[in-house]
Nanobody, 116 residues
């Protein structure tokens, strides 16, 4: 059974930074892309960023420049660096691993709260 472990969330002041990690016990991790979602209270889940199996990245307009997604295939881990955080970034953040022909796999989510 695949295990996905998310970590790095917490409380941070506006303008601060956090680094989230998502580790997965996937066979041939490098063949999976990862989508990074977030869900704020009372809102629908939204796609924040994507990193493909060939390292191509895409970001939602709301987080461009401020957020960076990267991966270390040797460690089966994807990282999400969040800078210049705003109160509207408060949400539960989820990682979602995908690969053509396979079921997508979700992490348990990690809470990020931006507040003074």
């Amino acid at each position: 059974q695949v295990q996905v472990v998310e970590s790095g969330g917490g409380l941070v002041q506006p303008g601060g930074s956090l680094r989230l990690s998502c580790a997965a016990s996937l066979n041939i991790f490098s063949l999976y892309g990862m989508r990074w979602y977030r869900q704020a209270p009372g809102k629908q889940r939204e796609l924040v960023a994507t990193i493909t199996s060939v390292m191509t990245t895409n970001y939602a307009d709301a987080v461009k420049v401020r957020f960076t997604i990267s991966r270390d295939n040797a460690k089966n881990t994807v990282y999400r660096q969040m800078n210049s955080l705003k109160p509207e970034d408060t949400a539960v953040y989820y990682c979602n691993f995908y690969r053509s022909g396979y079921f997508a796999i979700w992490g348990q989510g990690t809470q990020v709260t931006v507040s003074s």
